[in-house]
């Protein structure tokens, strides 16, 4: 499925004059548009008039997604401190959870993920704090503002610092170009596609229709070919529960909660897991390589996609 955009409004827009430069500044990178002042009177009701208008604002805490209407949700931000990230860290379940039994955690091995539907980061940063490496990639470039942001402020928190700084790495970009070129390749790759939220009451669900309007669907199908083609060992697809798997590719098996299943494509058999025979891979090398957890090194991406990559990085530098 090839991807398909609501026609969106995104401005950049700040709530201090002493952080116009830098809002400016994202705004040249992000290729937006940039207002002053986002509080100045005249400023909303002419975006509001754009449908699907959204504005990111450089805020003394923060960087946030604001959409604008009367229906919209709160903002949207990454926090890795507080609120809902830090609950499902102190009460999550730990290493019974779902998620954590589909990814394969268990005894001492905490396998080399690649997350490659980032979004705002809280599946990846539940397996980082469960002690897996992770590899992040997310393509939207607002979205992909939004985790750096958190990523980076998360690095002044003490207790939550070690997590994303020794086991969190940021790549902004689509994940097929990182499975092209991870060394060494990951051993289970995690995707979380956009999927339309069915319930039109939680606010989660109405972040994700405001995500949805700005990351759109995308090409699935083809992303699961990719991944089933690099893991060294299995490939996580969350689904909401009751949907159909993705590409209509049958799982190895699954592992169901109330509202989610997780498929996993076994690629190499690591206990008694039959590896999968019923879905097409990509062609190319899928040789294998076992045991190594460490974080990879991300080469490969050249020229243009280098230097961004670079300037994406730059809060993880020391790391790289
Ligand atoms: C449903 S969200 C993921 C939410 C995430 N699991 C979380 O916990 O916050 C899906 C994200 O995947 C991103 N995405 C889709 N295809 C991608 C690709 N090929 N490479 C990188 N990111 C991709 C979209 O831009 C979107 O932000």
Same mark, same amino acid.
């Given at each position: 499925?090839?991807? =398909?955009? =609501?026609?969106?409004?995104?401005?950049?827009?700040?709530?201090?004059?002493?952080?116009? #430069?830098?809002?400016?500044?994202?705004?040249?990178?992000?290729?937006? $548009?940039?207002?002053?002042?986002?509080?100045?009177?005249?400023?909303?009701?002419?975006?509001?008039?754009?449908?699907?208008?959204?504005?990111?604002?450089?805020?003394?805490?923060?960087?946030?997604?604001?959409?604008?209407?009367?229906?919209?949700?709160?903002?949207?931000?990454?926090?890795?401190?507080?609120?809902?990230?830090?609950?499902?860290?102190?009460?999550?379940?730990?290493?019974?959870?779902?998620?954590?039994?589909?990814?394969?955690?268990?005894?001492?091995?905490?396998?080399?993920?690649?997350?490659?539907?980032?979004?705002?980061?809280?599946?990846?940063?539940?397996?980082?704090?469960?002690?897996?490496?992770?590899?992040? /990639?997310?393509?939207?470039?607002?979205?992909?503002?939004?985790?750096?942001?958190?990523?980076?402020?998360?690095?002044?928190? !003490?207790?939550?610092?070690?997590?994303?700084?020794?086991?969190?790495?940021?790549?902004?970009?689509?994940?097929?170009?990182?499975?092209?070129?991870?060394?060494?390749? $990951?051993?289970?790759?995690?995707?979380?596609?956009?999927?339309?939220?069915?319930?039109?009451?939680?606010?989660?669900?109405?972040?994700?229709?405001?995500?949805?309007? &700005?990351?759109?669907?995308?090409?699935?199908?083809?992303?699961?070919?990719?991944?089933?083609?690099?893991? =060294?060992?299995?490939?996580?697809?969350?689904? !909401?529960?009751?949907?159909? !798997?993705?590409?209509?590719?049958? !799982?190895?098996?699954? &592992?169901?909660?109330?509202?989610?299943?997780?498929?996993?494509?076994?690629?190499?058999?690591?206990?008694?897991?039959?590896?999968?025979?019923?879905?097409?891979? #990509?062609?190319?090398? /899928?040789?294998?390589?076992?045991?190594? =957890?460490?974080?990879?090194?991300?080469?490969?991406? +050249?020229? +243009?996609?280098?230097?961004?990559? &670079?300037?994406?990085?730059?809060?993880?530098?020391?790391?790289?």
């Amino acid at each position: 499925m090839a991807t =398909t955009k =609501t026609i969106t409004t995104i401005t950049v827009s700040t709530t201090d004059p002493t952080l116009h #430069e830098h809002a400016r500044q994202l705004a040249k990178t992000l290729n937006l $548009p940039f207002e002053k002042d986002v509080d100045r009177e005249s400023v909303i009701p002419r975006i509001e008039r754009e449908k699907n208008s959204f504005l990111l604002v450089v805020t003394t805490q923060r960087l946030e997604l604001r959409q604008l209407g009367k229906t919209a949700p709160g903002p949207i931000y990454t926090d890795f401190v507080s609120g809902s990230n830090a609950h499902r860290r102190q009460y999550g379940g730990g290493r019974g959870q779902p998620l954590a039994r589909a990814i394969g955690l268990k005894g001492g091995h905490y396998p080399l993920v690649l997350d490659a539907t980032a979004g705002l980061g809280r599946d990846a940063f539940v397996l980082a704090y469960l002690g897996c490496n992770v590899l992040l /990639a997310e393509r939207n470039r607002v979205v992909a503002a939004l985790l750096e942001d958190g990523l980076q402020r998360a690095l002044n928190d !003490p207790e939550v610092a070690p997590i994303v700084s020794q086991r969190m790495r940021f790549f902004g970009h689509d994940a097929r170009l990182l499975m092209r070129s991870a060394e060494p390749r $990951p051993e289970v790759i995690y995707l979380d596609p956009m999927y339309p939220p069915r319930s039109k009451s939680a606010q989660v669900k109405k972040e994700m229709r405001s995500l949805q309007q &700005i990351v759109g669907h995308s090409d699935d199908d083809d992303l699961l070919k990719a991944a089933l083609t690099c893991a =060294t060992r299995r490939v996580v697809v969350k689904r !909401p529960s009751g949907a159909d !798997p993705l590409g209509e590719c049958k !799982p190895t098996f699954a &592992i169901s909660s109330k509202k989610t299943r997780y498929d996993v494509y076994v690629t190499q058999e690591i206990s008694t897991e039959e590896p999968i025979k019923n879905c097409e891979r #990509e062609t190319g090398s /899928a040789a294998t390589q076992d045991g190594d =957890t460490a974080l990879p090194r991300v080469g490969g991406v +050249e020229g +243009e996609e280098q230097r961004r990559y &670079i300037a994406r990085t730059r809060a993880f530098k020391r790391l790289l």
